[in-house]
């Protein structure tokens, strides 16, 4: 097998086995095909080498399909760690708290959103008061306003473009932030940071796992977590689409 040696000796501790643990949890969901992993140690982190291709509708569409049964997988609970799995989690180089729910809002606001709102405002990238508007939203989402009977998914959790890699033999994906979440959320990052033939892998998950009513008007909602975690480090242009987001939340109440 050919492989892809990723090195860091200043990662955080247990940071690459942390990758390597959701990419094996993922994997064992039988779904959506990800990056096989060969050896995994401190600083270090040994992959499969993923051939290039250019990408096609009906790949996009098989991608929509794996992901509906990766998210049936499911997980323990939501905010739940990959299983076997006692160590941090973490989204890009970030640390994502390890917290878990029964309610799908009440983690999402406190361990996807609200975390993230310190350091953005610290970073001089999201303002006090777009903070506020901000946990307004968490607030509405904490309620359970937007809680429904979907059981917690097994969801990649760091789901953007650039994380889908597409190959000739169907799409393999890197890098997850892995953890029991809602099927939505990795949705809604695919579109918010743009994948080749969109809407031909939303479609290949609506025949595979029908998404519930009013899916397109949650967009927003399910994208207050990457938005806010790149408002703490990537810039005040994320900011201001995170207080963007958070406002068109509010308009759903």
């Not at 959701?22 to 990056?35: K, P």
């Not at 999402?108 to 959103?113: G, P």
């Not at 806010?228 to 005040?236: D, F, I, Q, S, Y």
């Amino acid at each position: 097998m050919d492989t892809f040696v990723k090195r860091n000796p200043l990662a955080p501790p247990r940071f690459f086995e942390a990758e390597a643990a959701g990419l094996g949890w993922l994997a064992e969901a039988g779904g959506a095909r990800t990056a096989a992993v060969v050896e995994v140690a401190p600083g270090r982190i040994v992959l499969e080498r993923v051939a290039p291709a250019a990408p096609t509708a009906a790949a996009a569409r098989d991608l929509g399909a794996a992901l509906a049964r990766t998210h049936a997988a499911g997980a323990a609970s939501f905010g739940a760690r990959p299983d076997g799995w006692d160590g941090p989690l973490f989204i890009g180089s970030r640390e994502m708290p390890a917290l878990s729910a029964d309610s799908w809002g009440a983690f999402y606001a406190a361990a996807r959103v609200r975390p993230f709102l310190a350091p953005a405002v610290a970073a001089g990238f999201l303002t006090a008061r777009e903070a506020g508007a901000v946990e307004d939203a968490c607030a509405l989402v904490e309620s359970g306003a937007f809680d429904d009977d979907s059981p917690p998914a097994r969801i990649h959790g760091d789901l953007w473009g650039g994380n889908v890699l597409f190959s000739p033999t169907g799409v393999v994906l890197i890098d997850p932030a892995a953890h029991g979440g809602h099927p939505e959320t990795d949705l809604a990052m695919l579109a918010l940071f743009g994948l080749p033939f969109l809407d031909d892998a939303l479609a290949g998950y609506q025949e595979a796992s029908p998404l519930l009513p009013g899916w397109q008007e949650r967009v927003s909602l399910h994208q207050l977590h990457p938005l806010a975690v790149h408002a703490a480090g990537h810039g005040r242009a994320y900011g201001v689409a995170l207080a963007e987001a958070a406002a068109a939340v509010l308009r759903l109440a």
